[in-house]
């Protein structure tokens, strides 16, 4: 049965955009036919025959509105690029890695899509928009001694000093892109994709960033160290890179960029996206993408109590808000609860959110607010422990940091379980105690900077034991099961 935002918009407009859960064996099909992105039109084989035939389902909605798409797309992108076929000609495309279909349908192209054996769910596609910081502020950072404050709370450096700073994962980064020419990120960037304005991949795009945004968090989570000091908080990390926002088809581009970094083989994915308020339409994403082994992390919103952004309000992905250098939740942060029996509240847990010093094109740095900085800490620390255990799965890698948590002196109802710990998480995930550190120089810890007041004001950290203290003081939750 369609739902009643597809019948809604269909009377509304005539046609309504949806997202298709692809039946397992139609995406077994597309799978084997190779390639990241399917166009059905354009790469019909003898093992699409059942995919294929979706296409006759689905509709160009205005021929002149698409024809205008496709010259802004190619206009907008990067570089010149070969397309396998015009986005004034596509239908539908289809995501292989995801087991997902895209497209336009009127009236007549819904119901056939819901009595297709080759479908198991049809949900109206959603629209995502960047999760903007509240404040930003220029800085120019300390000499190379100094740690960030939020590497020093979560105490990942002492994971460092037994040998673990995320060497040798992979983490998936949709954003608006990454400046590959900053000197923080020289040698984090493993790979990088452009999907233009229509959801296609621009061939041999160079990593480059469309705002800030994207740069900033990269930073956070691998930037290395360097003459400004250490604030990526897997320095030994690689970044799968993608600029998907924002403009054009977004949820194209986004799934674009999913669909991307499981082909690299990423297992972990940050994303700072969202959509105000609570809708299902991203339930089919979310769950395609754990049981692809990723690991959603993604920032829960940045409009305060009461308040939350889709997906990362889902009890199926790690849900992160934020905190400032006092250990008292950010203002700005969303919380909220629903009524379901599994993970009422969001968000799952905070991380360092404010006065966030990280890199922005140009080769220069900033601090930002928001929780769309937080959320790239607690990719970094899952990627400095999926180092240390490979084969750990998603629901384990997920659960030694819920496990890890602790409150402090924060309210449950604003940070839920607290703020996460990095030799708690170690020992959660591994059973072991976290090896005996090396010796290692002490290093400064980098204080935010007071140029202009912040929505939480920093407490003065004087060394790094002091910022410990400060982090947390109750006992952790038991980590709540999770879907396989």
């Not at 959509?275 to 299902?280: A, I, Q």
């Not at 700005?332 to 991380?351: C, E, I, M, N």
């Not at 030799?423 to 900077?449: D, F, I, M, N």
Request: net charge positive; charged share 20%.
């Amino acid at each position: 049965m369609l739902s009643s935002e597809i019948d809604e918009a269909i009377n509304v407009q005539g046609y309504a955009k949806v997202i298709v859960t692809l039946a397992p064996p139609v995406v077994a099909e597309a799978v084997a036919a190779g390639g990241p992105l399917v166009s059905m039109r354009a790469a019909r084989t003898p093992t699409h025959t059942a995919a294929a035939g979706l296409e006759n389902h689905f509709v160009i909605p205005a021929e002149t509105q698409a024809e205008s798409l496709a010259v802004t797309a190619r206009s907008s992108a990067s570089k010149d690029f070969r397309r396998s076929q015009s986005a004034a000609d596509r239908r539908m495309r289809v995501y292989p890695h995801l087991g997902l279909a895209i497209g336009y349908v009127n009236r007549v192209g819904a119901s056939a899509l819901d009595r297709d054996p080759a479908v198991s769910r049809v949900e109206k596609a959603p629209e995502l928009s960047l999760i903007r910081p509240v404040a930003t502020r220029a800085v120019t950072p300390k000499a190379a001694k100094t740690v960030s404050w939020g590497i020093v709370t979560l105490e990942v450096d002492k994971l460092w000093a037994a040998g673990f700073d995320g060497k040798g994962v992979l983490v998936g980064h949709l954003d608006t892109g990454v400046d590959g020419k900053h000197p923080a990120l020289k040698g984090a960037i493993a790979a990088f994709a452009e999907f233009d304005m229509a959801g296609d991949e621009v061939v041999g795009a160079l990593p480059y960033d469309s705002g800030e945004h994207g740069t900033h968090t990269a930073g956070t989570i691998a930037a290395r160290p360097g003459a400004k000091g250490s604030f990526g908080v897997a320095p030994g990390a690689q970044l799968a890179s993608a600029l998907v926002i924002e403009g054009g088809q977004v949820i194209d581009r986004i799934l674009s960029g999913m669909d991307w970094i499981i082909a690299r083989g990423c297992r972990i994915l940050s994303m700072s996206l969202g959509l105000r308020g609570y809708t299902p339409a991203f339930e089919q994403i979310i769950n395609a993408l754990r049981a692809a082994g990723v690991l959603p992390i993604i920032a829960v919103g940045n409009e305060g109590p009461l308040t939350s952004r889709s997906p990362g309000n889902y009890s199926t992905v790690l849900s992160v808000g934020a905190m400032d250098i006092a250990g008292a939740v950010a203002s700005f942060s969303s919380s909220q609860t629903f009524s379901r029996p599994d993970a009422p509240l969001v968000p799952d847990l905070v991380a360092p959110g404010v006065a966030v010093l990280s890199c922005i094109p140009g080769r220069a740095y900033a601090e930002m607010d928001g929780s769309s900085m937080a959320t790239p800490h607690v990719a970094g620390l899952a990627a400095v422990l999926l180092q240390a255990r490979p084969q750990a799965t998603v629901d384990e890698l997920e659960a030694a940091i819920i496990a890890s948590c602790k409150l402090g002196k924060m309210k449950a109802p604003r940070a839920n379980r607290g703020l996460p710990n990095g030799p708690r998480a170690y020992q959660h995930l591994t059973g072991l105690p976290l090896p005996k550190a090396a010796a290692t120089a002490s290093a400064e810890v980098a204080r935010p900077r007071r140029r202009k007041p912040l929505q939480n004001p920093a407490m003065p950290v004087e060394d790094v034991t002091a910022a410990r203290k400060a982090a947390t003081r109750q006992p952790a939750k038991k980590a709540r099961p999770r879907p396989a």
